[in-house]
């Protein structure tokens, strides 16, 4: 049972009564895939405490491995973050040209500091084509972040978009050179892997505490100095053109590369634990929730959704049973 976002976590282990969650114990490896790094500790020993088997846990930043692991023995980390399930077959397109310069998929929030890719484009080409893409966050709007750039001098005409569908989207990130993420900490930051699947140079903060920073390399983009962000900005988009992303993320962080280590990680604990296994995982992708790549596996699994929401209305509403066919 795979469950994204420690307020699911939450929900499940709180919703259930002692005996519910046995029974869910009894008949489930638990996969827990966190949303931001550090992770909710208080909720994982929660489910250590109700539990006697491994709780599998994705983490959002490689840097937290070891502190998991060490938290408890029964925690079992995974060799994958929750942004790694993109799917590459939506960015394999023929691209001709790419037209945008800058792309920033990013919610208005504070955290994402518009604010300090707003000071470096100041001394950056006006002629610049850059494309903001996001959504309402904190009290902030399109509005807000409008006058936020006027406000710092931002000599570029910004193209803006608030709250497009994940297509549109794509169909952005696939015609701009470089993809930005300015965001100093939050959790995996799914708009930077679908970035590299659509062939973007990736920049972000050299002190990000972000998981994708540690898929910047000399294939994929450029770690941005926090004091040279300007000039930085200008040699990746100078680079840009040599870069191979996408085949990067292909070869090791798509949907199909992160099924595979959990299926053998989750095969090798049952078969530890004297079970059996007979059958693989179904394969999830996130676009921009998560779903089965295959719609022969939504069918399949229906009956499962059904009968917990059957047994368990409480937490498995009827939302749960549709599923894309």
Aim: charged letters at 25%.
């Amino acid at each position: 049972m795979l469950m994204y976002f420690e307020y699911n976590w939450a929900g499940l282990i709180c919703g259930l009564s002692e005996s519910d969650f046995e029974w869910i114990n009894q008949h489930y490896d638990l996969i827990l895939s966190t949303s931001w790094s550090p992770t909710d500790y208080a909720v994982l020993a929660h489910y250590l405490s109700k539990t006697s088997g491994p709780i599998f846990v994705q983490p959002c930043n490689r840097r937290e491995m070891d502190k998991l692991r060490r938290f408890h023995p029964r925690v079992a980390v995974l060799d994958s973050l929750p942004c790694d399930w993109i799917n590459p077959t939506y960015y394999q397109k023929e691209i001709t040209a790419r037209p945008i310069d800058f792309l920033m998929v990013a919610n208005w929030g504070e955290f994402k500091r518009h604010w300090d890719f707003f000071v470096a484009l100041r001394q950056l080409p006006a002629s610049l084509r850059v494309v903001l893409v996001g959504q309402k966050e904190g009290g902030r709007d399109a509005d807000f972040i409008r006058q936020l750039a006027s406000d710092l001098g931002v000599p570029q005409q910004l193209e803006i978009r608030q709250s497009i569908s994940i297509g549109e989207v794509a169909e952005l990130q696939v015609k701009a050179k470089v993809s930005l993420i300015f965001s100093r900490r939050e959790g995996c930051c799914v708009a930077a892997v679908e970035s590299l699947f659509a062939g973007c140079a990736l920049g972000m903060r050299d002190d990000a505490h972000v998981g994708p920073l540690d898929y910047i390399n000399e294939r994929t983009g450029l770690r941005l100095r926090p004091k040279h962000l300007s000039e930085d900005l200008k040699t990746l988009l100078e680079l840009s053109e040599t870069l191979d992303p996408a085949s990067w993320a292909r070869d090791n962080i798509s949907c199909f590369i992160t099924h595979g280590k959990l299926n053998r990680q989750l095969a090798e604990s049952a078969r530890e634990r004297g079970l059996p296994w007979t059958r693989d995982l179904a394969v999830p992708h996130w676009r921009p929730y998560p779903q089965y790549v295959n719609g022969e596996d939504a069918d399949n699994l229906r009956p499962v959704y059904e009968d917990l929401q059957t047994r368990f209305p409480r937490v498995f509403p009827e939302f749960c049973t549709l599923l894309p066919k």
